[in-house]
């Protein structure tokens, strides 16, 4: 109410200093602009948002897959792009602060998942004959999504009775995927193959079902929200024996 009051009085007092002259208004138009937007951007950046979205949940995991541990909430919040699809602005907005939790392998592993991952797949479009389709099934069967790679995208696709925890650790396979492929040379030959015994499908499944709940632990302990993925993924769902 103060701030109101404030505000009221100085547009008073401004408004009998320019009077009728039109540079003045535009020039204090400008002026009063760049102070309004300037004061939400510091607002927006003192926010700690402990939820997970495709970036800070990416962000948090491949910190995770690097060093063993889950960074805290204020050190990946100031990692976060506010421009995500304008790398220019964020460059300008970054905090000029080097952080030193987060490795610089970590921040590009985040920004690189997050520009490869597709929730909410179609099937259909990601399969090339009935093989792939039996063999992602039987490997998928006890979990609510199923993640493949297709033409260098992450491609989840999602169950009907998928929910924001099995989105979550979708994500955590993608991210250990990426981590194989980077840093053991393990890339992708194939659902088919890649869904085998010893295939990169496999081995990233196995490895997120027992370290997932372990990694939403080390979050919650740091303040992070692990009980599922805020995202908007595509408006596809499949039903057991639906391939479509």
């Known amino acids: 109410m103060a701030s109101r009051f404030i505000g009221i009085g100085l547009g008073i007092g401004l408004g009998n200093c320019i009077g009728s002259s039109t540079p003045l208004v535009l020039a204090s138009f400008c002026v009063v602009t760049w102070i309004h937007m300037y004061s ?3 607002s927006y950046q003192s926010i700690q948002i402990r939820t997970l ?4 949940a990416s962000l948090v995991f491949s910190e995770y897959l690097l060093s063993g541990q889950a960074p805290p909430v204020k050190e990946v919040n100031a990692e976060e792009p506010l421009f995500p699809a304008v790398p ?3 460059a300008s907005f970054a905090n000029k602060a080097q952080s030193i939790v987060l490795s610089s392998e970590a921040k590009d592993a985040a920004v690189e998942i997050e520009s490869r991952l597709q929730l909410g797949s179609k099937l259909s479009e990601i399969i090339n004959n009935k093989e792939e389709v039996l063999a992602l099934f039987s490997l ?3 979990e609510g999504y199923i993640l493949s790679e297709h ?3 992450f491609c989840v696709v999602l169950k009907e009775n998928c929910s ?3 989105m979550l650790k979708a994500l955590f396979q993608v991210n250990y995927l990426y981590w194989l492929e980077k840093n053991a040379g393990i890339e992708g030959r194939g659902a088919l193959y890649d869904c085998k015994p010893g295939g990169r499908l496999q081995i990233s499944l196995e490895y997120a079902e027992r370290e997932f709940n372990h990694v939403r632990n080390d979050g919650e302990s740091v303040g992070w929200i692990t009980d599922g993925l805020i995202a908007r993924p595509l408006p596809n769902r499949i039903r ?5």
């Open 151 to 153: 033409t260098g995208k």
């Open 164 to 166: 924001q925890v099995d």
């Open 53 to 56: 979205n495709p970036y800070r």
């Open 240 to 244: 057991p024996g639906n391939t479509e």
């Open 88 to 90: 220019i602005l964020n």
């Open 140 to 142: 998928y069967k006890n």
């Open 40 to 42: 939400n951007l510091k």
